[in-house]
């Protein structure tokens, strides 16, 4: 493609059509940044306004605050279980709609309904299904054991966590299917055919042909998913709100506690600056390991 | 003979897969005797509308009225000032791919780091618990996204019906708005649906920067979640209000769904 020749006046019109979305980005992407980083050097409370410095106090009480890296502990581990669970489970359902299905659009679209609603709503609804008392998993369960079983699935420290991971799961499983399922479709199927033909099974030519062909994809969609396991927040404040006591919290919850209920300013702002540190490291780390296909 | 396993196994995992949404749909149409039953019941006796006539009453339904009007004028501000952006980014190469990779990063940032901040400006400048409060910081969120999504579309529409409108005498700003915003018509309709989406199903920045007046029906939603007391018939059938829309625009946009939310990276 040759470069098209752009004149003065093109490019004069072109920052004035960037202007008003640079200011906003700015505002959202550059203010907040700036103003952690001074407000966590401070000591500013509910109690005290202090706006003194004082140097890495912040940082030095968040590195010796075990509920702190609890919660980035559950964080990741959220996303440790989440993510693969999602791309497998994913990946799976997209094979079985890969060949021609009766009704199969119709499968898709409703599919994709979970993805769609508000993690709210979602959360919302697995708590109706997991009532210990009222809801139809607990008498399922019942039903198979033959005798009367109550879970506490949201208050058991034994079973939150899986209550957590079923509500994450169920709603991203669609958004991974949706995904691979089109990238699948469009990959070449006489490329399939001829390993076959060679006399490759199925698993052998999942791995060594499909797979290599939409891993720009999985990656993008692991990507976006990753990321927003790693700020997860809606779900969880549905179903637990970070508890029982403080089992499921997770950074943005603790962040969200320190900051909104407990008004410790600067010490919410040390905590930001370091899940943007955090972050940043782990989006470079994974960015190394894989060439985003652009 | 595989075709039909697959078949019921494709079955099977649909009515899984929906059955959370059946069961909050059918909550809504329960009477309270029916929710609060052991074993529960699966399927209600008669589909009554109290649960949603209790809404109306109590006036619980200007949350969903709250969330249509930030969600709608977020939409519009960010596809106006979004648009052009990728349209510069698109013909230009305005800012370079520095530029474009540093919107698209902006999406990454934590809400939960945002949040806070923009909260103690809100204070100061009194825009807690206002519209435009909310409406500007859901702008700015999705710009990014409305960015990348238009910058795709608009690459795609070929560059020789822009330069011989030029030649025709159009100025660079009206080759955009009557050439180009036609053209990207279907473009420009999806990224905005699920921009809207986005806005719509938002919960923290909601949950942070609104107190009663303008209250989100996400929000509204985690009111109705305390103690023992959970209202069940309310939680479900303002649910079902915040869900509907969502269903609507996903069926009208099948055809864009995948390319809307890998963010372009498949065309499907």
């Known amino acids: ?294 | 003979m595989r075709t039909a396993i697959r078949f019921v196994v494709a079955v099977m995992v649909t009515v899984l897969f929906l059955f959370p949404i059946y069961w909050l749909f059918t909550i809504s149409f329960k009477t309270p005797d029916e929710i609060f039953s052991y074993p529960p019941v699966w399927w209600p006796s008669s589909f009554q509308l109290s649960n949603y006539t209790v809404l109306f009453r109590d006036g619980d339904v200007i949350t969903i009225w709250n969330s249509l009007v930030v969600a709608s004028v977020s939409t519009v501000a960010a596809m106006l000032i979004g648009t052009m952006c990728a349209y510069a980014i698109a013909r230009f190469r305005t800012g370079g791919d520095h530029f474009s990779i540093w919107v698209l990063s902006q999406r990454m940032v934590p809400p939960i780091v945002v949040v806070f901040p923009i909260f103690l400006l809100y204070v100061k400048l009194g825009l807690v618990d206002t519209y435009l409060g909310l409406i500007i910081l859901y702008t700015a969120f999705n710009l990014p996204y409305v960015v990348w999504m238009m910058r795709g579309y608009l690459q795609e529409i070929p560059r020789e019906i822009e330069e011989s409108a030029l030649v025709d005498g159009c100025t660079r700003l009206q080759v955009f708005t009557k050439i180009v915003l036609p053209l990207a018509r279907t473009g420009l309709f999806a990224t905005a649906v699920f921009t809207f989406v986005f806005a719509w199903n938002e919960f923290l920045f909601a949950l942070v920067l609104t107190r009663s007046a303008v209250t989100t029906f996400p929000v509204q939603l985690t009111h109705y979640f305390g103690g023992q007391s959970n209202f069940w018939a309310k939680i479900s059938a303002m649910s079902v209000l915040g869900t509907v829309p969502i269903f609507l625009a996903v069926a009208f946009l099948q055809r864009y769904l995948v390319r809307g939310i890998s963010l372009g990276a498949v065309k499907g």
Not at chain 1, 145 to 158: H, M, Q, R
């Open chain 1, 1 to 294: 493609m040759t470069q098209p020749n752009v004149h003065r006046h093109d490019r004069r019109f072109g920052y004035a059509m960037i202007a008003p979305a640079v200011a906003i980005i700015l505002f959202i992407g550059l203010f907040p940044l700036i103003w952690t980083l001074l407000v966590s050097v401070q000591n500013i409370s509910m109690i005290d306004e202090d706006t003194s410095f004082q140097g890495l106090l912040n940082y030095q009480r968040l590195m010796s605050d075990t509920r702190f890296w609890e919660a980035l502990g559950h964080t990741l581990m959220f996303t440790a279980v989440a993510l693969p669970l999602e791309l497998i489970l994913g990946l799976a359902l997209a094979l079985l709609f890969l060949e021609e299905l009766p009704g199969r659009p119709v499968f898709v679209a409703l599919l994709v309904l979970p993805t769609v609603i508000s993690p709210i709503v979602a959360g919302a609804a697995w708590r109706l299904l997991f009532d210990n008392r009222f809801g139809p998993i607990n008498q399922v369960i019942s039903w198979m054991a033959g005798e009367p079983v109550t879970i506490l699935w949201l208050n058991d420290p034994n079973f939150v966590y899986a209550a957590i991971l079923i509500a994450e799961v169920w709603q991203w499983t669609p958004f991974m299917f949706l995904l691979l399922f089109a990238s699948l479709t469009n990959v070449d199927p006489s490329l399939s055919e001829a390993a076959r033909i060679d006399g490759a099974g199925f698993w052998r030519t999942l791995w060594s042909i499909i797979l290599p062909v939409i891993r720009p994809v999985i990656v993008i969609a692991l990507l976006i998913r990753g990321l927003d396991l790693f700020r997860i927040f809606d779900v969880i404040w549905a179903l637990t709100k970070g508890g029982p006591g403080t089992r499921t919290e997770t950074i943005s919850i603790y962040a969200y506690v320190q900051g909104f209920q407990q008004f410790e300013t600067s010490y919410t702002a040390a905590m930001a600056f370091v899940i943007i540190v955090i972050l940043t490291v782990l989006v470079m780390a994974a960015l190394k390991r894989v060439e985003i296909a652009r």
